[in-house]
T-cell receptor
Framework: GENVEQHPSTLSVQEGDSAVIKCTYS??????FPWYKQELGKGPQLIID?????GEKKDQRIAVTLNKTAKHFSLHITETQPEDSAVYFC???????????FGTGTRLTVIP | ETGVTQSPTHLIKTRGQQVTLRCSSQ?????VSWYQQALGQGPQFIFQ???????GRGNFPPRFSGLQFPNYSSELNVNALELDDSALYLC?????????????FGEGSRLTVL
């Protein structure tokens, strides 16, 4: 089955700096890669996703890149703000599959 | 639009007991997935229900079972509880049968097994 690895496990940045979280996956059949943000006491919330037919996708301060050859994808957050502090999860899924395989999460702390 | 709601939010059980967790899906969604999130880990897929039928299962034993009702709400039942079942149980609804639709998660039910 699919194995998703995520790094780093914790990340602290100064407000205004950029943050990058990286994930690798093992199953070459995976072609859908969402990113979820989980705030304390809440369920994960989708913030951005990318499909294997594109290499990059951007939504305001958030961008995701995908390298299918190397089987890795990354989340980039620019101009970080204190409200970006949360745990971020990457995930992977295969076309037609009904489940997501999640990474182990990155706790991002943005220091004001 | 009503989001995904789960109950109870917290509960404590002892080893060997049984537990039922409940989930009301978001309005308009016909698919419910359940995930187990151990402390410090990512969510792990338990199973999915689509129109009242199980539509895929992760690597969980048969003592994890579920139901989906005609109004698309769902239950997760766990029998013969073990200490390792202690976790946050997340319900997610979507209107896509496959894994490529956005999952809307509830806030979870935190189960502690003593």
């Amino acid at each position: 089955g699919e194995n998703v690895e995520q790094h780093p496990s914790t990340l602290s940045v100064q407000e205004g700096d950029s943050a990058v979280i990286k994930c690798t996956y093992s199953d070459s059949a995976s072609n859908y890669f969402p990113w979820y943000k989980q705030e304390l006491g809440k369920g994960p919330q989708l913030i951005i996703d990318i499909r294997s037919n594109v290499g990059e996708k951007k939504d305001q301060r958030i961008a995701v890149t995908l390298n299918k050859t190397a089987k890795h994808f990354s989340l980039h957050i620019t101009e970080t703000q204190p409200e970006d502090s949360a745990v971020y999860f990457c995930a992977a899924s295969e076309s037609g599959a009904n489940n997501l395989f999640f990474g182990t999460g990155t706790r991002l702390t943005v220091i004001p | 639009e009503t989001g995904v709601t789960q109950s109870p939010t917290h509960l404590i059980k002892t080893r060997g007991q049984q537990v039922t967790l409940r989930c009301s899906s978001q309005s308009g969604h016909n698919t419910v997935s359940w995930y187990q999130q151990a402390l410090g880990q990512g969510p792990q897929f338990i199973f999915q229900y689509y129109r009242e039928e199980e539509n895929g299962r992760g690597n969980f034993p048969p003592r994890f079972s579920g139901l989906q009702f005609p109004n698309y709400s769902s239950e997760l039942n766990v029998n013969a509880l073990e200490l390792d079942d202690s976790a946050l149980y997340l319900c997610a609804s979507s209107n896509a049968r496959g894994g490529h639709g956005e999952l809307f998660f509830g806030e979870g039910s935190r189960l502690t097994v003593l």
